[in-house]
């Protein structure tokens, strides 16, 4: 059974910084790639994507609102991915969810592309 378990939400003053992480358990990397995502979902919004990372390739999406404040990155664990979150504005508050698409990533940012969801963790950025 494919588990994905997030950590590392909390709040934080605006302006300051979080570093998620995302732990994928349960399955069998039986192709070379997959994509790894963060999404997040504010309340009365919709779940928009963030960042994915091609855990094969490396290759990187970001969501225009966090390009060159988040990072998204594969740690040494192949099944681990964090998102390092910088200059964190008020705006950033929602809960994130991490997700896995068992194929090379598509877009990246459509959750519909994913095939398995975390339970999510809390980020509240404070003014």
């Known amino acids: 059974q494919v588990q994905l378990v997030e950590s590392g939400g909390g709040s934080v003053q605006a302006g300051g910084s979080l570093r998620l992480s995302c732990r994928a358990s349960?399955?069998?990397?039986?192709?070379?790639?997959?994509?790894m995502g963060w999404f997040r979902q504010a309340p009365g919004k919709e779940r928009e994507g963030v960042a994915a990372i091609l855990t094969g390739g490396g290759r990187t999406y970001y969501a225009d609102s966090v390009k060159g404040r988040f990072t998204i990155s594969q740690d040494n664990a192949k099944n681990t991915v964090s998102l390092q979150m910088n200059s964190l504005k008020p705006e950033d508050t929602a809960m994130y969810y991490c997700a896995l698409r068992l194929y090379d990533c598509f877009s990246g940012l459509d959750q519909y592309e994913y095939h398995y969801w975390g339970q999510g963790t809390q980020v509240t950025v404070s003014s």
């Open positions: 349960g399955y069998t990397d039986t192709v070379s790639s997959n994509c």
